[in-house]
Nanobody, 116 residues
Framework: QVQLVESGGGLVQPGGSLRLSCAAS????????MSWVRQAPGKGLEWVSD????????YYADSVKGRFTISRDNAKNTLYLQMNSLKPEDTALYYC?????????WGQGTQVTVSS
């Protein structure tokens, strides 16, 4: 059974940090291109960051560049998102998304709320 399970979300003050994790199972994680995508209240999906299967290439939305870092540990089948200098506009449900040719998997999301 394929699963992507996000964790690490929560309530944090502006300027604070959180580290999201996405634990993968049921598929060959190391072969998949992985992403983080978020959805703010009342808005559509917004792409946040990508990482290739080997972890050597990463990409970021302009809105998070310099503040967020995506990484992966293929030995642990886990994707990460280190989020620093958080802003209220980062408040959203964060999803991890894995894809390979013909396959497409999503997690259930973890809520991040940035508020004082």
């Amino acid at each position: 059974q394929v699963q992507l399970v996000e964790s690490g979300g929560g309530l944090v003050q502006p300027g604070g940090s959180l580290r999201l994790s996405c634990a993968a199972s049921g598929f060959t994680f190391s072969s998949y291109y992985m992403s983080w995508v978020r959805q703010a209240p009342g808005k559509g999906l917004e792409w946040v960051s990508d990482i290739n299967s080997g972890g050597g290439s990463t990409y970021y939305a302009d809105s998070v560049k310099g503040r967020f870092t995506i990484s992966r540990d293929n030995a642990k089948n886990t994707l990460y998102l280190q989020m620093n200098s958080l802003k209220p506009e980062d408040t959203a449900l964060y999803y991890c998304w894995g894809r390979a040719t013909g396959y497409d998997y999503w997690g259930q999301g973890t809520q991040v709320t940035v508020s004082s």
